[in-house]
């Protein structure tokens, strides 16, 4: 399966689900169909990350089609398969809790 690069258009992080657009290399094949993203076709590198995406944020994923025709987003990553925003957001968080609890170590 080939792996396409988009943009998400919107995410709400309430309901965990979104769409994105493709962002084709050819110009003249510009489809004005959204693809519908949810939360659990997010691949991160922890299941205790809150899987979620920001709008305007760069994604590469696979592209299925539902029983009913739609497109859906399956698999998605960071760009040339990196990590999302929202890892980075956990992996801070994290990093902040570990200097914490060495500053409460310390005194």
Known sequence: MSRHTGQVKWFSRDRGLGFIRE??????????????????????????VYKTLYDGEYIEYVENTMEDGRKIAADITGIYENELMCENVYKKKQNNKNRRKDDEDEQ
């Open 23 to 48: 962002i084709s290399k050819d110009p003249d094949s510009a489809d004005d169909n959204d693809i519908f993203v949810h939360y659990s076709g997010l691949r991160t590198s922890s299941d205790d």
